[in-house]
């Protein structure tokens, strides 16, 4: 079974820094923060919301496989184009066959 278009962000988080720790350094510096303080709280909001919809995606996955019974399904992320020609199906090869680009 194939999920198509799965909205799913990495589970892994370690790389990514603490936003309380980024705005506070960031104030810290207060010629820093005028010029980059709306755009980081966006960011940070968009983050937040995608973080809440990757949440919704997990909890539907889950329900889904104990409706169905199905215990493996591949899933394809959201690409940057639409998959119509050979080209755009090599984007979808390591999903689908684990060939790597």
């Not at 790389?15 to 966006?42: C, I, M, V």
Request: glycine share 4%.
């Amino acid at each position: 079974m194939v999920i198509n278009r799965s909205y799913l962000l990495h589970a892994d988080d370690s790389g990514r820094a603490d936003p309380e720790t980024l705005r506070s350094h960031l104030k810290n510096h207060p010629e820093l923060w005028k010029k980059t303080g709306p755009l980081f709280e966006r960011l940070n909001e968009l983050h937040r919301r995608e973080c809440a919809l990757n949440d919704v995606y997990r909890r539907n996955i889950a329900q889904f496989r104990k409706r169905t019974g199905i215990k493996h399904l591949t899933q394809v992320p959201i690409l940057p184009k639409d998959v119509h020609d050979a080209s755009g199906l090599t984007m979808i090869d390591r999903y689908l066959f684990g060939v790597e680009e």
